[in-house]
């Protein structure tokens, strides 16, 4: 019998042995025929609230959940996810725990679901896509530390914990901060600093990060952000392009050397960067 896998195409848009190429001049701007297609971490929060709403239903048997995480892992792998690593993070954090109780049936489905204060938690396709590309950076695969803006709920912090040594993740939303550490406490995933603060501006007590991510997309990236990437390090956002007239997923590498190489991927829509913080929600 033929593998299931290699009968599906690849939907993971760019592949990662052209990821590490390096560019033929630091800020070239490459793009791929995949950029022609949206990643959409977030689906229109109507949809995800009208959903919200419909789903009431029986709680879901733990063994059904722990089914759901493993065929979530399979459909990631067949989409093209390769980093064996990234999936075994995939396959151990218990994403209906980060979902509202209503909506456990859906937390394995490769689609975005409310989180509150207008908000939603990412695709799993999207997290696992991210996290791929930020260990395949100059420096290597193994993360010392690692830089997270926008903890929305937590769940792509408690990822980032079994691929890194150290997490340490920003959010500007006090209500969301309180969330996250009160979803992330029964999980007891050692090497997790949550800040609340404005994600901007980074976090300087901590730097420098081997990889930086972030969870929302302005019309620039923070000088703060490349300040605190460590030599050998990579970034991975979404920023503005003004050429396309809309977000694209942009890797940054430090190199050895303190120079800057970046590329752009494909076309992403995440929630705006915004500066500053807010008690909204805080309890």
Not at 138 to 164: K, M, N, S
Not at 220 to 231: E, N, S, V, Y
Not at 261 to 270: G, L, M, P
Request: proline letters at 7%; hydrophobic letters at 40%; glycine letters at 10%.
């Amino acid at each position: 019998m033929s593998d299931p896998a290699a009968r599906k195409p690849r939907r993971w848009p760019l592949s990662l042995d052209r990821i590490g190429l390096p560019a033929s001049a630091p800020g070239e701007r490459t793009m791929t025929t995949a950029d022609a297609q949206t990643l959409r971490p977030q689906r229109p929060l109507s949809d995800a609230l009208r959903e919200a709403n419909r789903q009431r239903a029986a709680p879901v048997p733990q063994s059904d959940l722990q089914a759901f995480r493993q065929n979530m892992v399979l459909r990631l792998r067949q989409a093209g996810c390769q980093d064996e690593r990234v999936l075994a993070a995939m396959n151990v954090v218990p994403r209906h725990l980060f979902v509202d109780s209503a909506l456990v049936a859906q937390a394995y489905e490769d689609t975005s679901l409310p989180i509150g204060l207008g908000q939603t938690i990412s695709k799993p396709s999207v997290v696992a896509r991210m996290i791929e590309l930020l260990r395949h950076r100059p420096g290597g695969a193994d993360l010392a530390r690692v830089l997270e803006i926008g903890t929305g709920c937590g769940y792509q912090a408690a990822v980032l914990a079994h691929v890194a040594g150290r997490v340490v993740t920003i959010e500007r939303l006090r209500g969301l901060h309180d969330r996250a550490l009160r979803q992330l406490a029964p999980l007891q995933l050692p090497g997790i600093e949550l800040v609340y603060g404005d994600g901007r501006l980074g976090h300087g007590p901590a730097a420098p990060y081997d990889g930086i991510i972030a969870a929302a997309g302005g019309h620039d990236l923070p000088a703060a952000w490349l300040d605190q990437l460590a030599r050998g390090g990579r970034l991975v956002a979404p920023v503005h392009d003004p050429a396309l007239r809309s977000q694209v997923l942009m890797v940054v590498d430090k190199l050895g050397d303190g120079s800057i190489v970046q590329r752009i991927h494909e076309a992403v829509r995440f929630v705006p960067l915004e500066s500053g913080t807010s008690d909204f929600g805080h309890s």
